[in-house]
Nanobody, 119 residues
Framework: QVQLVESGGGLVQAGGSLRLSCEAS????????MAWYRQAPGKQRELVAA???????NYADSVKGRCLISRDNAKNTLYLQMGSLKPEDTAVYYC?????????????WGQGTQVTVSS
């Protein structure tokens, strides 16, 4: 099992910055990829950014150049540094971890943290 706890959300003005954190605990050594997703009201959950164990990353087109995903393995913590925020970035942001075991791959989710960007 993996437990994920997000923090760092809040209210920010357009053009501002936020850093989200996600602390992982439990069977973290078998995590192969971690990611941030977001879900705005009335919309489907979408991938924001992901980082794999080898360090490779990918970003949604909507946040490329404005966000940086990183992972501190010593602290078992995932980060999302967001800049030049726009009102359309308003959403609940969820941390995700994919864990690979002998019996298959499992997904874990945090409880989410609200990000609100005012215009």
């Amino acid at each position: 099992q993996v437990q994920l706890v997000e923090s760092g959300g809040g209210l920010v003005q357009a053009g501002g910055s936020l850093r989200l954190s996600c602390e992982a605990s439990g069977s973290t050594t078998s995590i192969v990829v971690m990611a941030w997703y977001r879900q705005a009201p009335g919309k489907q959950r979408e991938l924001v950014a992901a980082i794999r164990n080898g360090g490779s990353t990918n970003y949604a087109d909507s946040v490329k150049g404005r966000c940086l995903i990183s992972r501190d393995n010593a602290k078992n913590t995932l980060y999302l540094q967001m800049g030049s925020l726009k009102p359309e970035d308003t959403a609940v942001y969820y941390c995700n971890a994919e864990r690979l075991t002998t019996w298959g791959q499992y997904a874990y989710w945090g409880q989410g943290t609200q990000v609100t960007v005012s215009s």
